[in-house]
């Protein structure tokens, strides 16, 4: 009986196959992923941002319109930012506490959480760094260099060849 005909050399080419594959994929898919959700994260700091300047921009249009229409409004403008004093009035200082900085909404990213089966299967791992083993530029193409080792031992011990037949 031929060796990679009998089931217990089919089980052990597919463990093979399947651990190279176990570690080859995550340093695939593990670096493209973090990019993306960097790439994610860099996204809603910049619709934050946007956010942001859009309120300040309807502040300041919502003012120009009051200029534009209450005397009452531009009088304020006159007093507070050119010290228009009317003769006879007093004035008070008053220390204001609340500047114009505190009024933004601070950045407070929002998770990109994985696709719901990678999840599930995370939740079976081990709580290892996994990006230190996958991401990490110094150990990764030992590990591809690795899975691929295997994938192709896999295929050099269980390939089948055809009997060279001589005419």
Not at 74 to 94: C, E, K, Y
Request: charged content about 25%.
């Amino acid at each position: 009986m031929d060796s990679d005909k009998s089931p217990r050399g089919g089980f052990v080419f597919w463990m093979l196959i399947l651990m190279g594959l176990a570690t080859f994929t995550p340093c695939v898919v593990l670096p493209e992923w973090r990019e993306y959700q960097a790439v994610r994260l860099a996204e809603q700091a910049e619709r934050h941002r946007l956010d942001e300047m859009q309120r300040v921009v309807d502040r300041e249009r919502n003012l120009l319109e009051a200029m534009q229409s209450n005397p009452a409004v531009i009088a304020r403008i006159a007093q507070r930012d050119l010290h228009f004093r009317r003769p006879g009035d007093t004035s008070v200082s008053v220390s204001v506490p609340l500047t114009a900085t505190a009024l933004q909404e601070p950045f407070v990213p929002e998770p990109i959480d994985p696709p719901v089966a990678l999840a599930r299967a995370r939740s079976y791992m081990p709580d290892f760094n996994y990006d230190q083993l996958f991401c990490d530029d110094r150990t990764r193409p030992i590990i591809m260099v690795m899975s691929v080792g295997l994938i192709v031992t896999a295929i050099a011990l269980f390939s089948t060849r055809a009997p060279v037949r001589n005419p």
